[in-house]
């Protein structure tokens, strides 16, 4: 079983900044594909930016340009760097591992390993 830990949500006005981590095992960095999802109030879960373990990243179109994902292999963690926030950024933010799956991939179902979830609340 893999443990996935987010921290770094928080509330933030519009147009700040907050930093996501989510901690993981040691050998998941770097060998799984891992990912950001968030699920905004009363919507589904949507994916938000992913990493492979070669380092390659993807973004989804509504953020790209303002976030950036990231991995640090010796802190045995992944990050989501989010500039700019709006309102529309509101929501609960997971981190997701998959050890195999076609990359990129957007679809929860992908995606073996969850975390607890991060709350981020953008005011305006």
């Known amino acids: 079983q893999v443990q996935l830990v987010e921290s770094g949500g928080g509330s933030v006005q519009a147009g700040g900044s907050l930093r996501l981590s989510c901690e993981a095992p040691?050998?998941?960095?770097?060998?799984?594909?891992l990912a950001w999802f968030r699920q905004p109030p009363g919507k589904e879960r949507e994916g938000v930016a992913t990493i492979d373990s070669d380092g390659s990243t993807s973004s989804a179109d509504s953020v790209k340009g303002r976030f950036t994902i990231s991995q640090d292999k010796a802190k045995s963690t992944m990050y989501l760097q989010m500039n700019n926030l709006n309102t529309e950024d509101t929501a609960m933010y997971y981190c997701?591992?998959?050890?195999?799956?076609?990359?990129?991939?957007?679809?929860?179902?992908?995606?073996?390993?969850w975390g607890q979830g991060t709350q981020v609340t953008v005011s305006s």
């Open positions: 997701a591992a998959a050890q195999i799956l076609v990359y990129p991939s957007w679809r929860t179902a992908d995606y073996d390993y």
């Open positions: 040691g050998d998941v960095i770097g060998n799984y594909c």
